[in-house]
Each structure stands twice: as C-alpha cells, then as structure tokens.
C-alpha cells in the first residue's frame, strides 16, 4: 500500500529569496503518527503548509493520499483535518455556532454535539469564543479540525498553551484516532509529546532533517548517565576500566564521577559488582537513560558547531 504522506526532495524558498527548506525526504504509512520536531525556525511549519496544500514547494514533491495537495486540492482537501497554529475564528460567535457554521460547509460533517464531546467542550458550547481561554481555543480548533472525520490529520503544535491535564486528555483524543486508523502528522515543541505519541519522527534543523528514525532508535543512539562519588580512599584508576564499559566520555568534579555511557546495563552491573567485591558504597548513585530531549539537544549542540 503506498504511503499517506510522501514527501521527496522539497524545498520551499520564501519571496524574499530565504530558503526554509532544504531538500527534505520522508514518509508516513497509514494509521501512523509521525512527528516533526525542530529548533524554533527550523522549518516545521513551512513544511506542514506545502503538505497542507497552502503553498507550492519551490522544488521536490508532496503527495497526500496519492495526490498533489496544491494542484489537487479539491481531492485531498475534504479527506483531511488541519489545525493550524493560528486558528483565528470570529470572536462573537458562541462554540457551538462556531463548529455549526464549519459544519455547514464540510461534507459528511459529525453532528455539532459530537465533535464538542470529542475535545471536551460540550459544557462551554454557548460561550462565546473571545471568552474561551488558550487552552479551550486550541481545543475548539481541534474540534474543527476533526469536523469531517479526516482520514490525515496535521496538527500543528495542537497542545501549545494547554495546561497538563488538557494536554493529556488530547492525547488520548489523538492516541484513539490514530488507533482507529487515522494518519496523524504532529509538530511540536514538547519533546514528551513527541515521545507519548509518535512512532517515528524527524528533527528538523535550519531546514534539513538532521536525524529521523524510530523514537526508540533515535534516542538509544544517544549516550546514557551514570555518575556516583568515588568511595574514600579510591581513585578513578581503581575502577573497573571505562573503555569496556562503554564510556565515551567522563569527567570528575570533587568526588563526584560522571560517566556517560553507549552501555548503560553493563556498566551500572559492572561498577555495582566492583562495589560489593570492594566492600564500598556507591553514594549518589544516579543512572539516567537518554530521552528524546537529549537527543534534541544533542543535535542542535551538534549543528550549531558544525556551522
Ligand atoms: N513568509 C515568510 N517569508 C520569509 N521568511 C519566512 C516566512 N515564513 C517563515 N519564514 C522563515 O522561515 C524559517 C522557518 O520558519 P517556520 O515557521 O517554518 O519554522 P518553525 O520550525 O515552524 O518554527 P517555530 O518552531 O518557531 O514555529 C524561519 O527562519 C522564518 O523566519
């Protein structure tokens, strides 16, 4: 089956002649989430636009189930979902008659009751929107979104200004939709939402993917952290030798030794043994896994002293 999403080799330069971005490939499966994630200005939204169809690329290709969504938009435009950053509505209009009236022009539209239960504003229907705060704003423009139950979704930054359990609960909305089958293409800038939710991802940096991959692979490629305080009357040359244990890097501050290591199970079992062999405690014992954040900001470290 070809994939939902296909993207080859685009770019998009601005007017101005600045290039956004700079020959990117990738592809989502159906019923699959992926995440694009990147530095502020790395490109994210002007790549979600070209797939959204607002915009031609300056060079490469988009196909959305199959198609040109700039050129064929009539095609694809009714079997997907946006939720842009902005979603600017009319500030007047109550909730409900703000879905009722996008409703009105989308076919096959959910009954206006059901997509407010959906995100969680069925209480704040006869509210109007320039009463709504951010979080419940975000959650109306999902709910358009949603309206005509999309086959791909774009969600563009969909939990900015929500408050913890906001951001949970719509990652359960998100989670159920894709688990029904709906492609789901997220930016954000939460680095745990990317993890919560996504199977694979990109970062994008300065408009180029630095690294993609599958969430786990993209994070196990990332050293781990082991630090602890030498025991009394030990020295760094007592230890068990680093280099099998999978360390790429340690420094010493005070009595504190801090590791980083490709081998995080071998080494804590190994530093651990030498402990009880030596009759001594470990004090400050910290064993940290990598996270998607320090990918992140490894990354973007990484970028930045390669310019
Ligand atoms: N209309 C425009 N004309 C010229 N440059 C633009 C335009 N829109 C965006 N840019 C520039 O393109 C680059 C990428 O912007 P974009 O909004 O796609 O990044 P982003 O990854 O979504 O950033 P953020 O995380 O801050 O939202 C930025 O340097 C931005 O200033």
Redesign the pocket.
């Known amino acids: 089956m070809p994939d939902v999403i296909e993207v080859e080799e685009l770019r998009?330069t601005?007017?101005?002649g600045?290039e956004?971005?700079r020959g990117i490939s990738f592809s989502v499966a159906r019923g699959e989430l992926f995440a694009?994630l990147?530095?502020?200005?790395?490109?994210?939204?002007?790549?979600?636009?070209l797939l959204e169809g607002l915009a031609p690329p300056s060079a490469g290709s988009v196909r959305v189930l199959g198609h040109d969504p700039y050129t064929e938009r009539a095609a694809v435009r009714p079997r997907t979902g946006v939720m842009l950053?902005e979603g600017g509505f009319p500030s007047e209009l109550t909730v409900a008659e703000t879905v009722r009236m996008w409703a009105g022009c989308t076919s096959g539209a959910r009954p206006v009751g059901e997509a407010l239960e959906l995100v969680g504003l069925a209480r704040r229907a006869d509210v109007r929107v320039k009463q709504l705060s951010g979080g419940e704003k975000r959650r109306l423009d999902l709910a358009l979104a949603l309206l005509a139950r999309p086959e791909v979704l774009f969600l563009?930054?969909p939990t900015t200004g929500l408050d913890a359990e906001g951001r949970h609960t719509t990652w359960e909305l998100v989670r159920e939709l894709r688990d029904a089958g709906t492609t789901v293409l997220l930016?954000t800038?939460y680095l745990e939402e990317a993890e919560a939710l996504a199977e694979r991802l990109a970062i994008?940096h300065e408009?180029r993917i630095a690294v993609a991959g599958r969430v786990d692979e993209v994070v196990a490629a990332q050293p781990s952290h082991l630090s602890f305080d030498l025991p009394e009357g030990y020295h760094l040359g007592d230890l068990p030798p680093l280099g099998p244990l999978g360390v790429t890097s340690h420094e010493t501050e005070g009595r504190t030794v801090r590791l980083k290591t490709t081998a995080l199970q071998h080494a804590a079992t190994e530093l651990l043994l030498w402990a009880r062999n030596s009759r001594v405690e470990l004090r400050g014992l910290d064993i940290r896994a990598a996270s998607l954040e320090e990918a992140f900001l490894h990354i973007a470290r990484e970028q930045e002293s390669t310019r």
Do not use: I
Not at 40 to 49: F, H
């Open positions: 998009r601005y007017a101005g600045f956004a971005v694009l990147g530095t502020n200005g790395a490109g994210k939204t002007s790549t979600v636009e950053q563009d930054e930016t800038h994008l408009g």
